[in-house]
């Protein structure tokens, strides 16, 4: 029960807040993501008269802002518990270690996310 309070709580706060926190880190990252904005097309600006967002589609297209958006979930989950699996059978292997098959695994996301092996820069955009 609380996995799914936890879920639609604050979720969306806390990614926005690092989302703000990496743009105040990067000057250059805000400017592009500022420009990709302003070119939006059809451009739509926010005033009294007219309070019409883009559509979705449109904001989902983005490259830029889609791309802080994930690399800033791969960095800082939201919700970072654990990412339980279970091995194959008949068995799997990890390094010099071989794990019998149906063996609950773990490892928690912010190992994963920063795994070299999977991004090669992990901290600075993964680079993979």
């Known amino acids: 029960m609380i996995d799914h309070l936890a879920a639609g709580h604050e979720t969306s706060g806390i990614t926005l807040t690092y989302i703000a926190w990496y743009l ?10 500022r420009a990709e904005l302003l070119n939006l097309s059809p451009s739509f600006k926010i005033s009294s008269n007219n309070k019409d967002l883009p559509p979705t589609k449109t ?9 802080i958006i994930m ?10 518990g654990s990412q339980p699996r279970q091995t194959p059978f008949p068995s799997t292997f990890l390094g010099p270690y071989t794990i019998p098959g149906g063996t609950r695994v773990s490892s928690a996301a912010y190992t994963l996310h920063r795994a070299p092996s999977a991004f090669p820069d992990p901290e600075n955009g993964g680079g993979g």
């Open 71 to 80: 690399e800033t979930l791969r960095l800082n989950a939201a919700i970072p």
């Open 59 to 67: 904001i989902d297209a983005l490259p830029l802002l889609h791309a």
């Open 24 to 33: 105040s880190q990067n000057p250059r990252l805000q400017d592009e993501l």
